[in-house]
């Protein structure tokens, strides 16, 4: 769009901006019970073509910013693990596995170009895995099928050296390939050799995995073997699972974790003062970051683009926060889940058939569950899925690398990013949808604490002991949860007391008393950040001081006295 045009938009905005003004300072004069019905309306109207005007006006630079900030606009609390990788002790043989966009490229990359450059003796080698021949993005690909277990069937790939410069090419496990590395480390003066392998989920076969193995790393272990020291680091989304018996035991894991708020107003901070000259506001910043990890899951790759965004936009921090018209509007959030989640959860679910990745989306709302729960979802028709629920929780564990095994009582999102990504979007985008989840979860659980099924019959046998205290919290969780898009009507934190005090009154032991069910309950509920979290959210500070006190009267009860039913002092 031409300059004129931004220029007449920004007229147009600083009008619009002096109506505001006066409108404010009209309703600001009068108590609420006197101001006019029409002005209340005309300020809501206003606050919306300001929104919308703002939007136009940051997206007629955004790609320009985006360009002068990319430099900058880096996350810097990836420090913890390069450090664990710089250390002459790290161990020989190392696997980062993480999910899509958790930054493990960017951190091999950055590791890469320390050691090259800080180490004279040493030579780092960065090498990506090419995708198999014939394994495209299909259902089986994941689950074991495609590839072969030859050299014929072997991708070639090239190794990046210091400066980006390719050192050597061929098919991995190829004695040629593994002749020409040798050559390169055991130049004059090497004392070391480091090789990056990323993106090794593209080995999707155990055979493929191990010929690897047997003929690329063993093969250049054996032929260095008191000529230079070997290092290997194996970056994917899976690693571990594909290797078999004795080569699990000689990898040291290497766990990327979430961003988490402090992270993200670190690097929010750097890419304001770096890339747009101002320092934001402590209040600002922490508000922004929340927001934006509760947006993303703690996704790194979604938070650097939602960054990039609001540098575009300039920061506009200093808007009232309770405005329509602040960076995380609801239209905003939308568009900013649109442009930078959306496209995360695709990358993830790319390689999940359809109607499994709805059914993962809809799980998205639970943190715990297992085939009895799947099976009620498909009853209700929340979840589309014409076969066994222990088939799609098997597909849903092979093909996806982030849900538990189903031999687990009850499988979990092994990564929690993606569980919050896909809810977050749902809220936004379905929030009808998730409703009826998160409000169906909240009366499952508390139906099996209580010993009812979801028909309201009542069930042969009270769950275990843990399993009332998982069904417990969940229970609380998502009747917390449901607030999200359905506001609570009178006070949360009393309406959640009585909900403890029903669920908790219910606890009995197997073994022992049910204190001790009462003690464990509660140090796992004042741990669950991600509940609390969701009551700072929704109901402040205030409300969760007022919560929390009930949970500590549930805890400092005697222990031969039972937990008070709703209704009683």
Same mark, same amino acid.
């Given at each position: 769009?031409?300059?004129?045009?931004?220029?007449?938009?920004?007229?147009?905005?600083?009008?619009?901006?002096?109506?505001?003004?006066?409108?404010?300072?009209?309703?600001?004069?009068?108590?609420?019970?006197?101001?006019?019905?029409?002005?209340?309306?005309?300020?809501?109207?206003?606050?919306?073509?300001?929104?919308?005007?703002?939007?136009?006006?940051?997206?007629?630079?955004?790609?320009?910013?985006?360009?002068?900030?990319?430099?900058?606009?880096?996350?810097?609390?990836?420090?913890?693990?390069?450090?664990?990788?710089?250390?002459?002790?790290?161990?020989?043989?190392?696997?980062?596995?993480?999910?899509?966009?958790?930054?493990?490229?960017?951190?091999?990359?950055?590791?890469?170009?320390?050691?090259?450059?800080?180490?004279?003796?040493?030579?780092?080698?960065?090498?990506?895995?090419?995708?198999?021949?014939?394994?495209?993005?299909?259902?089986?690909?994941?689950?074991?099928?495609?590839?072969?277990?030859?050299?014929?069937?072997?991708?070639?790939?090239?190794?990046?050296?210091?400066?980006?410069?390719?050192?050597?090419?061929?098919?991995? %496990?190829? $004695? #040629?390939?593994?002749?020409? @590395? /040798? *050559?390169?480390? !055991?130049?004059? =003066?090497?004392?070391?050799?480091?090789?990056?392998?990323?993106?090794?989920?593209?080995?999707?076969?155990?055979?493929?995995?191990?010929?690897?193995?047997?003929?690329?790393?063993?093969?250049?272990?054996?032929?260095?073997?008191?000529?230079?020291?070997?290092?290997?680091?194996?970056?994917?989304?899976?690693?571990?699972?594909?290797?078999?018996?004795?080569?699990?035991?000689?990898?040291?894991?290497?766990?990327?974790?979430?961003?988490?708020?402090?992270?993200?107003?670190?690097?929010?901070?750097?890419?304001?003062?770096?890339?747009?000259?101002?320092?934001?506001?402590?209040?600002?910043?922490?508000?922004?970051?929340?927001?934006?990890?509760?947006?993303?899951? %703690?996704? $790194? #790759?979604?938070?650097?683009? @939602? /960054? *990039?965004?609001? !540098?575009?936009? =300039?920061?506009?921090?200093?808007?009232?926060?309770?405005?329509?018209?602040?960076?995380?509007?609801?239209?905003?959030?939308?568009?900013?889940?649109?442009?930078?989640?959306?496209?995360?959860?695709?990358?993830?679910?790319?390689?999940?058939?359809?109607?499994?990745?709805?059914?993962?989306?809809?799980?998205?709302?639970?943190?715990?569950?297992?085939?009895?729960?799947?099976?009620?979802?498909?009853?209700?028709?929340?979840?589309?899925?014409?076969?066994?629920?222990?088939?799609?929780?098997?597909?849903?564990?092979?093909?996806?690398?982030?849900?538990?095994?189903?031999?687990?009582?009850?499988?979990?999102?092994?990564?929690?990013?993606?569980?919050?990504?896909?809810?977050?979007?749902?809220?936004?985008?379905?929030?009808?949808?998730?409703?009826?989840?998160?409000?169906?979860?909240?009366?499952?659980?508390?139906?099996?604490?209580?010993?009812?099924?979801?028909?309201?019959?009542?069930?042969?046998?009270?769950?275990?002991?843990?399993?009332?205290?998982?069904?417990?919290?969940?229970?609380?969780?998502?009747?917390?949860?449901?607030?999200?898009?359905?506001?609570?009507?009178?006070?949360?934190?009393?309406?959640?007391?009585?909900?403890?005090?029903?669920?908790?009154?219910?606890?009995?032991?197997?073994?022992?008393?049910?204190?001790?069910?009462?003690?464990?309950?509660?140090?796992?509920?004042?741990?669950?950040?991600?509940?609390?979290?969701?009551?700072?959210?929704?109901?402040?500070?205030?409300?969760?001081?007022?919560?929390?006190?009930?949970?500590?009267?549930?805890?400092?009860?005697?222990?031969?006295?039972?937990?008070?039913?709703?209704?009683?002092?």
């Amino acid at each position: 769009m031409p300059g004129g045009d931004r220029s007449a938009l920004e007229t147009e905005l600083a009008e619009l901006r002096v109506t505001i003004t006066a409108l404010r300072q009209k309703l600001a004069a009068a108590p609420r019970s006197e101001q006019s019905v029409s002005d209340r309306a005309d300020m809501i109207r206003l606050r919306e073509a300001e929104s919308a005007l703002l939007l136009q006006i940051s997206a007629l630079d955004r790609v320009e910013v985006q360009e002068r900030l990319a430099p900058t606009v880096r996350f810097i609390n990836r420090e913890h693990e390069l450090e664990q990788l710089m250390r002459p002790t790290c161990p020989q043989y190392v696997v980062l596995e993480a999910p899509a966009g958790y930054g493990k490229t960017f951190l091999l990359r950055e590791y890469q170009r320390r050691l090259n450059t800080t180490q004279d003796s040493g030579l780092c080698l960065l090498a990506s895995v090419p995708l198999l021949p014939g394994t495209g993005t299909g259902a089986g690909d994941a689950d074991g099928g495609g590839g072969g277990d030859g050299a014929e069937d072997m991708p070639e790939t090239h190794f990046v050296g210091p400066n980006d410069i390719i050192v050597s090419r061929g098919r991995l %496990g190829d $004695p #040629k390939l593994v002749g020409d @590395i /040798v *050559a390169h480390a !055991a130049g004059p =003066g090497r004392t070391a050799l480091t090789l990056l392998f990323d993106a090794m989920e593209q080995l999707v076969t155990a055979e493929n995995a191990q010929f690897f193995w047997d003929g690329t790393v063993l093969a250049l272990e054996r032929r260095l073997a008191e000529v230079v020291e070997l290092r290997v680091v194996f970056s994917g989304r899976k690693v571990q699972s594909t290797w078999q018996g004795s080569v699990r035991h000689r990898l040291h894991r290497l766990v990327l974790e979430p961003f988490d708020t402090r992270a993200v107003m670190e690097s929010v901070q750097s890419a304001s003062r770096d890339g747009m000259g101002r320092v934001l506001r402590n209040e600002h910043l922490h508000h922004m970051a929340t927001k934006i990890v509760q947006l993303s899951g %703690g996704h $790194p #790759k979604v938070i650097s683009g @939602i /960054v *990039a965004d609001f !540098a575009a936009y =300039g920061f506009a921090l200093d808007l009232d926060p309770r405005s329509d018209t602040y960076a995380f509007s609801p239209r905003a959030a939308a568009e900013l889940a649109e442009s930078h989640v959306a496209p995360a959860l695709d990358e993830i679910y790319s390689r999940v058939p359809d109607e499994a990745a709805f059914a993962m989306r809809s799980l998205s709302v639970f943190r715990g569950f297992n085939a009895n729960v799947i099976s009620m979802l498909i009853r209700e028709n929340l979840i589309r899925w014409d076969g066994a629920p222990v088939e799609l929780l098997g597909i849903l564990s092979r093909q996806t690398w982030l849900i538990s095994p189903p031999s687990g009582a009850y499988p979990m999102y092994r990564d929690a990013i993606v569980r919050l990504l896909s809810a977050s979007m749902m809220r936004l985008t379905e929030p009808e949808r998730y409703l009826r989840l998160t409000q169906y979860a909240a009366r499952l659980f508390r139906g099996w604490v209580l010993g009812v099924g979801p028909e309201g019959q009542e069930l042969p046998q009270k769950p275990m002991d843990q399993l009332q205290i998982f069904f417990a919290v969940e229970a609380l969780y998502h009747r917390l949860d449901t607030c999200r898009v359905s506001p609570e009507e009178g006070d949360l934190p009393t309406a959640l007391a009585g909900l403890t005090r029903e669920l908790v009154a219910q606890f009995r032991c197997t073994f022992g008393e049910p204190a001790e069910l009462r003690a464990q309950f509660h140090e796992i509920l004042q741990n669950d950040r991600e509940f609390w979290a969701i009551l700072t959210e929704v109901g402040g500070d205030a409300a969760v001081d007022a919560y929390a006190r009930h949970v500590q009267a549930i805890r400092s009860l005697p222990a031969d006295e039972p937990a008070p039913r709703e209704g009683t002092d």
